[in-house]
């Protein structure tokens, strides 16, 4: 997502619809949870009682998260790429920095996992819990003002899914062999 588009989705005041909103916060959700339960696993390879723990790793994986959502173009793991959106920041329409990705995702899994119901505003035309706490906005990629060809777009996107799905699975599956061997 270029800067111009970027730009014109704040100053027209785009926002993702609420089918937009939902895979993203499905995605992050999950790729949260997943790091969280890979982290744990990891830990519980040293600390006996790592229950305790499990609100800091939960913390350490939003802001890893947040660090891949900011990094850039280019990036492949990207949940705001893989759901055909992107952000920006309120105040002045730029690209938000890592602290407030960082508020977004650590709000959007409880939002998210309590009924939905962090999401709700949404579902009336205004701004999702997360994207009110953090100031960010997340709108819906438009084709027609970004200057890639459509066929990039989806292949970028299609990139973006499996290096996402492969990261999941992988982390899920190294959480469930050391949970299963201990």
Do not use: K
């Not at 989705?9 to 949260?32: D, I, K, N």
């Not at 939960?58 to 990207?78: K, S």
């Not at 906005?137 to 973006?160: C, M, N």
């Not at 982390?171 to 062999?177: D, F, G």
Request: hydrophobic share 50%; net charge positive.
């Amino acid at each position: 997502m270029g800067v111009a588009s970027r730009r014109l989705a704040w100053m027209q005041r785009r926002r993702a619809p609420l089918s937009g909103l939902l895979m993203l916060a499905s995605l992050e959700t999950l790729l949260v949870l997943g790091w969280v339960l890979l982290g744990a696993a990891l830990v519980s390879m040293l600390v006996e009682d790592y229950l305790w723990l499990l609100a800091p790793l939960y913390l350490l994986a939003c802001g890893l998260a947040a660090i891949v959502e900011t990094a850039g173009p280019g990036r492949r793991l990207d949940p705001m790429t893989t759901a055909g959106v992107s952000s920006y920041a309120v105040p002045d329409g730029s690209a938000p920095r890592t602290e407030r990705q960082f508020l977004r995702l650590a709000t959007t899994p409880p939002s998210l996992l309590l009924l939905g119901l962090g999401l709700l505003p949404a579902a009336r035309g205004r701004r999702s819990l997360p994207e009110a706490m953090s100031g960010v906005t997340v709108f819906e990629l438009d084709v027609e003002t970004d200057p890639r060809p459509p066929s990039q777009i989806a292949r970028t996107r299609r990139g973006s899914a499996l290096a996402f799905a492969l990261n999941l699975v992988s982390s899920l599956a190294v959480a469930a062999l050391v949970f299963t061997s201990s």
